[in-house]
């Protein structure tokens, strides 16, 4: 996927995360990350694609979150369907997939917004928005590498298209894995995530909290191969070019320099301070912007008074990591000696890598009226971090794709209407146009 991207959070006013349970069902082999490579497993054989206007998914036999880790062969269990996918803000409280929950341009002109039961295109930069698809898929992620391939991803779709989105194809999961989120650098080669118990949608591309496992495809994703040897309990990954890449997993962030065959691990969130025990390790959602380069939201857990913790890094050589900024109540508390500045909203939300030096975060602050979207420009890599102002019409954040320091565009949700609504700005952010509007 070029560096022009986005990422979505899942709308929601009171919530710390957004979670898609998404059943599984791969067992797994232990794994570990050595520095030689191991032969890579054999591709799972995947029936023909179906037309996605008719085709709905068929999830792979059940998950077990419990001891998942890498594995070069997984092996499926024998047994029932998994049960179809229910999207949660808070564990027990459920939420849909919302009609505007992703949205991606790889030009000033071309881009592609994706929800439930839909997917909207433009090609002169969102002052006209034309339905390309309309049916069963509830999406939270589109992912294109050029204006002609792109693919879409939710807890019960996995599209393609190969012509720019004028026909959307339905592709067969993997043999005993659901794909949670994928990113592609071609149109044959991509990466994927799958097999998580959990998806985390707050602040950033769908995230794996735990048992998730990297795949990758050689043929735009007819067929998915387990990456011998990548880190166990994948959340996130991305990749620049062929050789280049991260994965996120709890709490950490590992890299590749040869396409997947080695890993090391470059960066690790700082530790909690003593006596702080969070229930598990931060949730890992990252970017890659370049050769080497990658932005990273780390998501805690917990929230209080309005506010959920959240922490952002960025580098550019996968050696020297710069903090951004933080959640300013209950994060600086938790990691004291970090010292970061405040982060732009009470609640992490959607961010865009823009170029190895640049980003655009927008901030959810629930607090403030029906909720605000706070958006701060970030530059000359990270030493330069720009207050823009609230994104205009907007309550709830969802997705944001920037394309330059001054072009960008912002799906969210706008209250009381509870109206889905995309806004665009051409000056970074000082002022709002409203291109379009669902409820």
Partial sequence: ??????????????????????????????????????????AHSAPASTPASTATRTPAPGRSAAGATASASPSC?????????????????????QPLNAVQFVS????????AGRILATSD????????????????????????????????????????????TQLSEPACSTVDSVHFVNSDLG???????QVWMSGGVPAAVSGGRLLTTSDGGSHWTSVSGAPAQAQTACFSNLADGFV???????????????????????SAAPGVRPPAPDTTVLECAGDNAAWVLFLGYGAALGHAPYLAYTTQDAKTWRVLFEESYIESAARPGVHAPDGPGSYPGPFSAISPVAAAFVGYSPPVGYGAAPLEL??????????????????????????????????????????????????????WTRQYQVR
């Fill in 1 to 42: 996927m070029p560096v022009v991207s986005a990422v979505s959070a899942v709308s929601a006013v009171s919530a710390v995360s957004a979670l898609v349970l998404l059943a599984a069902g791969c067992g797994t082999a232990s794994s570990t990350h050595q520095a030689a490579a191991t032969a890579p497993a054999p």
């Fill in 77 to 97: 269990r024998s047994g029932a369907a998994g049960a179809s996918a229910a999207v949660y803000t808070a564990p027990g409280v459920p939420a849909p997939v």
């Fill in 108 to 115: 000033a002109r071309h881009g592609w917004v994706a929800g």
């Fill in 125 to 168: 930069g969102g002052r006209t928005w034309t339905a390309q698809y309309t049916g069963q898929a509830k999406l939270y992620q589109v992912d294109f590498t050029d204006v002609t391939h792109g693919w879409a991803v939710g807890p019960n779709a996995l599209l393609r298209t190969t012509d720019g989105g004028r026909t959307w």
């Fill in 191 to 197: 990466y994927a995530v799958a097999g998580g118990a």
């Fill in 248 to 270: 996120g997993v709890p709490g950490k962030v590992w890299h590749t320099t040869d396409g997947g065959k080695t890993w090391s691990v470059a960066f690790t969130e700082p």
């Fill in 378 to 431: 970030v530059s000359s890599s990270g030493a330069t971090q720009t207050r823009a102002g609230n994104v205009g019409g907007i309550s709830v954040p969802i997705a944001v794709a920037f394309t330059g320091p001054s072009q960008g565009w912002v799906v969210g949700e706008t209250l009381p209407s509870r109206g889905f609504v995309i806004e665009a700005t051409s000056d970074g952010g000082r002022t």
